[in-house]
T-cell receptor, first 111, second 113 residues
Framework: GEDVEQSLFLSVREGDSSVINCTYT??????LYWYKQEPGAGLQLLTY?????DMKQDQRLTVLLNKKDKHLSLRIADTQTGDSAIYFC???????????FGGGTRLMVKP | DAGVTQSPTHLIKTRGQQVTLRCSPK?????VSWYQQALGQGPQFIFQ???????QRGNFPDRFSGHQFPNYSSELNVNALLLGDSALYLC????????????FGSGTRLTVV
Protein backbone atom coordinates (compact mmCIF):
# COMPACT_ATOMS: atom_id res chain seq x y z
CA GLY A 1 0.00 0.00 0.00
CA GLU A 2 0.92 3.65 -0.08
CA ASP A 3 2.73 5.23 2.82
CA VAL A 4 4.35 8.65 3.13
CA GLU A 5 6.68 9.41 6.01
CA GLN A 6 8.17 12.62 7.35
CA SER A 7 10.20 13.61 10.38
CA LEU A 8 8.06 15.25 13.04
CA PHE A 9 9.93 18.40 13.90
CA LEU A 10 12.57 20.84 12.60
CA SER A 11 13.94 23.93 14.28
CA VAL A 12 16.09 26.52 12.49
CA ARG A 13 17.29 30.06 13.05
CA GLU A 14 15.90 32.92 10.98
CA GLY A 15 17.98 33.40 7.84
CA ASP A 16 19.21 29.80 7.75
CA SER A 17 18.06 27.22 5.20
CA SER A 18 15.51 24.59 6.15
CA VAL A 19 15.39 21.14 4.62
CA ILE A 20 12.29 19.02 5.15
CA ASN A 21 12.49 15.39 4.06
CA CYS A 22 9.87 12.90 2.95
CA THR A 23 9.87 9.28 1.81
CA TYR A 24 7.12 7.61 -0.14
CA THR A 25 6.46 4.05 -1.26
CA UNK A 26 4.25 4.22 -4.36
CA UNK A 27 6.65 4.10 -7.30
CA UNK A 28 3.79 4.79 -9.71
CA UNK A 29 3.13 8.23 -8.26
CA UNK A 30 3.03 10.81 -11.02
CA UNK A 31 3.15 14.03 -9.03
CA LEU A 32 4.45 14.90 -5.59
CA TYR A 33 3.33 17.95 -3.66
CA TRP A 34 4.34 20.13 -0.76
CA TYR A 35 1.62 21.85 1.27
CA LYS A 36 1.87 24.29 4.18
CA GLN A 37 -0.62 24.45 7.04
CA GLU A 38 -0.73 27.32 9.50
CA PRO A 39 -2.70 27.10 12.76
CA GLY A 40 -6.44 27.08 12.20
CA ALA A 41 -6.08 27.13 8.44
CA GLY A 42 -6.45 24.73 5.57
CA LEU A 43 -3.63 23.52 3.37
CA GLN A 44 -1.81 25.89 1.06
CA LEU A 45 -0.12 24.43 -2.01
CA LEU A 46 3.54 25.48 -2.09
CA THR A 47 4.88 23.58 -5.06
CA TYR A 48 4.75 20.28 -6.91
CA UNK A 49 7.10 18.19 -9.00
CA UNK A 50 6.50 15.69 -11.78
CA UNK A 51 8.00 12.30 -11.12
CA UNK A 52 10.34 12.43 -14.13
CA UNK A 53 12.06 15.56 -12.79
CA ASP A 54 14.99 15.67 -10.38
CA MET A 55 14.69 19.24 -9.21
CA LYS A 56 12.37 22.20 -9.29
CA GLN A 57 13.11 25.70 -8.02
CA ASP A 58 10.51 28.34 -7.26
CA GLN A 59 11.86 31.50 -5.60
CA ARG A 60 13.02 30.47 -2.10
CA LEU A 61 11.79 26.91 -2.53
CA THR A 62 13.80 24.05 -4.03
CA VAL A 63 12.35 20.56 -4.42
CA LEU A 64 14.67 17.60 -4.92
CA LEU A 65 13.36 14.21 -5.99
CA ASN A 66 15.33 10.97 -5.84
CA LYS A 67 12.99 8.55 -7.54
CA LYS A 68 15.29 5.56 -7.04
CA ASP A 69 15.23 6.00 -3.27
CA LYS A 70 11.66 7.42 -3.27
CA HIS A 71 12.95 10.45 -1.37
CA LEU A 72 11.59 13.97 -1.69
CA SER A 73 12.92 17.09 0.01
CA LEU A 74 11.88 20.71 0.30
CA ARG A 75 14.55 23.33 0.89
CA ILE A 76 13.49 26.79 2.06
CA ALA A 77 16.22 29.38 1.61
CA ASP A 78 16.54 32.35 3.99
CA THR A 79 13.88 30.95 6.33
CA GLN A 80 11.69 33.59 7.96
CA THR A 81 9.54 33.51 11.10
CA GLY A 82 6.49 33.55 8.81
CA ASP A 83 7.60 30.17 7.48
CA SER A 84 6.79 28.58 10.85
CA ALA A 85 4.05 26.07 10.10
CA ILE A 86 3.43 22.38 9.45
CA TYR A 87 4.63 21.12 6.07
CA PHE A 88 3.08 18.11 4.39
CA CYS A 89 4.35 16.16 1.45
CA UNK A 90 1.80 14.24 -0.59
CA UNK A 91 1.82 11.82 -3.49
CA UNK A 92 -0.89 11.66 -6.13
CA UNK A 93 -2.26 8.29 -7.19
CA UNK A 94 -2.13 7.08 -10.77
CA UNK A 95 -5.78 7.89 -11.42
CA UNK A 96 -5.09 11.45 -10.32
CA UNK A 97 -7.95 11.53 -7.85
CA UNK A 98 -6.38 11.08 -4.47
CA UNK A 99 -3.55 12.55 -2.46
CA UNK A 100 -1.78 10.51 0.23
CA PHE A 101 -0.22 12.77 2.83
CA GLY A 102 2.63 12.31 5.22
CA GLY A 103 2.14 13.06 8.89
CA GLY A 104 3.61 16.53 8.56
CA THR A 105 6.80 18.24 9.75
CA ARG A 106 6.45 21.10 12.19
CA LEU A 107 8.94 23.83 11.29
CA MET A 108 9.84 26.28 14.03
CA VAL A 109 11.87 29.34 13.06
CA LYS A 110 13.66 31.10 15.89
CA PRO A 111 14.45 34.83 15.61
CA ASP B 1 -12.54 35.42 -6.11
CA ALA B 2 -13.72 33.30 -3.18
CA GLY B 3 -11.77 30.18 -2.50
CA VAL B 4 -13.23 27.02 -1.01
CA THR B 5 -15.88 27.77 1.59
CA GLN B 6 -16.82 25.30 4.31
CA SER B 7 -19.56 25.46 6.90
CA PRO B 8 -19.86 25.33 9.78
CA THR B 9 -16.38 26.14 11.08
CA HIS B 10 -16.91 24.31 14.36
CA LEU B 11 -19.40 21.71 15.49
CA ILE B 12 -19.98 19.67 18.64
CA LYS B 13 -22.06 16.49 18.41
CA THR B 14 -22.92 13.60 20.71
CA ARG B 15 -22.00 9.97 20.02
CA GLY B 16 -24.60 8.28 17.85
CA GLN B 17 -25.80 11.48 16.22
CA GLN B 18 -25.56 12.37 12.55
CA VAL B 19 -23.79 15.37 11.04
CA THR B 20 -23.76 17.16 7.68
CA LEU B 21 -20.84 19.31 6.59
CA ARG B 22 -21.01 21.60 3.57
CA CYS B 23 -18.54 22.79 0.97
CA SER B 24 -18.67 25.32 -1.85
CA PRO B 25 -15.81 24.85 -4.30
CA LYS B 26 -13.64 27.57 -5.73
CA UNK B 27 -15.21 29.33 -8.69
CA UNK B 28 -14.52 27.39 -11.87
CA UNK B 29 -13.81 24.09 -10.09
CA UNK B 30 -15.98 21.05 -10.72
CA UNK B 31 -14.44 18.37 -8.50
CA VAL B 32 -14.72 18.12 -4.73
CA SER B 33 -12.70 15.88 -2.43
CA TRP B 34 -13.11 15.38 1.30
CA TYR B 35 -10.30 14.65 3.75
CA GLN B 36 -10.26 13.85 7.45
CA GLN B 37 -7.38 15.25 9.51
CA ALA B 38 -7.10 13.86 13.03
CA LEU B 39 -5.14 15.92 15.53
CA GLY B 40 -1.41 15.74 14.87
CA GLN B 41 -1.78 13.73 11.67
CA GLY B 42 -1.87 14.32 7.96
CA PRO B 43 -5.15 14.47 6.05
CA GLN B 44 -6.68 11.17 4.92
CA PHE B 45 -8.74 10.87 1.75
CA ILE B 46 -12.41 10.08 2.31
CA PHE B 47 -13.86 10.36 -1.20
CA GLN B 48 -14.07 12.48 -4.33
CA UNK B 49 -17.10 13.70 -6.25
CA UNK B 50 -17.18 14.55 -9.92
CA UNK B 51 -20.24 15.06 -12.11
CA UNK B 52 -22.44 14.43 -9.06
CA UNK B 53 -21.07 10.93 -8.55
CA UNK B 54 -18.57 9.41 -6.15
CA UNK B 55 -15.53 8.78 -8.31
CA GLN B 56 -13.16 7.29 -5.76
CA ARG B 57 -13.36 6.35 -2.11
CA GLY B 58 -10.73 5.95 0.56
CA ASN B 59 -10.68 3.49 3.43
CA PHE B 60 -13.69 4.84 5.33
CA PRO B 61 -16.82 2.97 6.44
CA ASP B 62 -20.24 3.39 4.88
CA ARG B 63 -21.21 5.70 7.75
CA PHE B 64 -19.44 8.33 5.68
CA SER B 65 -21.45 9.39 2.66
CA GLY B 66 -21.60 12.38 0.41
CA HIS B 67 -23.36 14.21 -2.30
CA GLN B 68 -22.51 16.68 -5.02
CA PHE B 69 -25.07 19.10 -6.37
CA PRO B 70 -25.44 20.46 -9.90
CA ASN B 71 -23.72 23.69 -8.82
CA TYR B 72 -20.70 21.55 -7.79
CA SER B 73 -21.15 22.19 -4.06
CA SER B 74 -20.93 19.14 -1.85
CA GLU B 75 -22.03 17.69 1.46
CA LEU B 76 -20.33 15.15 3.71
CA ASN B 77 -22.64 13.14 5.97
CA VAL B 78 -21.48 11.03 8.87
CA ASN B 79 -23.96 8.74 10.63
CA ALA B 80 -23.75 7.09 14.05
CA LEU B 81 -20.90 9.33 15.18
CA LEU B 82 -18.06 7.83 17.19
CA LEU B 83 -15.59 9.61 19.44
CA GLY B 84 -12.92 8.73 16.89
CA ASP B 85 -14.69 10.80 14.25
CA SER B 86 -13.51 13.93 16.04
CA ALA B 87 -11.25 15.66 13.52
CA LEU B 88 -10.81 18.55 11.12
CA TYR B 89 -12.71 17.82 7.92
CA LEU B 90 -11.20 19.46 4.89
CA CYS B 91 -12.84 20.02 1.57
CA UNK B 92 -10.67 20.44 -1.51
CA UNK B 93 -11.75 21.47 -4.98
CA UNK B 94 -10.08 21.22 -8.35
CA UNK B 95 -10.81 21.41 -12.04
CA UNK B 96 -11.09 17.68 -12.72
CA UNK B 97 -7.58 16.15 -12.50
CA UNK B 98 -5.50 19.25 -13.15
CA UNK B 99 -1.92 18.77 -12.00
CA UNK B 100 -1.86 21.92 -9.93
CA UNK B 101 -3.71 19.91 -7.36
CA UNK B 102 -6.36 21.03 -5.04
CA UNK B 103 -7.45 24.21 -3.31
CA PHE B 104 -8.32 23.46 0.29
CA GLY B 105 -10.85 25.13 2.53
CA SER B 106 -10.12 26.01 6.14
CA GLY B 107 -12.08 23.01 7.34
CA THR B 108 -14.81 22.13 9.80
CA ARG B 109 -13.65 21.15 13.28
CA LEU B 110 -15.94 18.35 14.48
CA THR B 111 -15.88 17.32 18.13
CA VAL B 112 -17.82 14.24 19.19
CA VAL B 113 -18.53 13.98 22.92
Amino acid sequence: GEDVEQSLFLSVREGDSSVINCTYTDSSSTYLYWYKQEPGAGLQLLTYIFSNMDMKQDQRLTVLLNKKDKHLSLRIADTQTGDSAIYFCAERDNAGNMLTFGGGTRLMVKP
Amino acid sequence: DAGVTQSPTHLIKTRGQQVTLRCSPKSGHDTVSWYQQALGQGPQFIFQYYEEEERQRGNFPDRFSGHQFPNYSSELNVNALLLGDSALYLCASSLDRRIEGYTFGSGTRLTVV
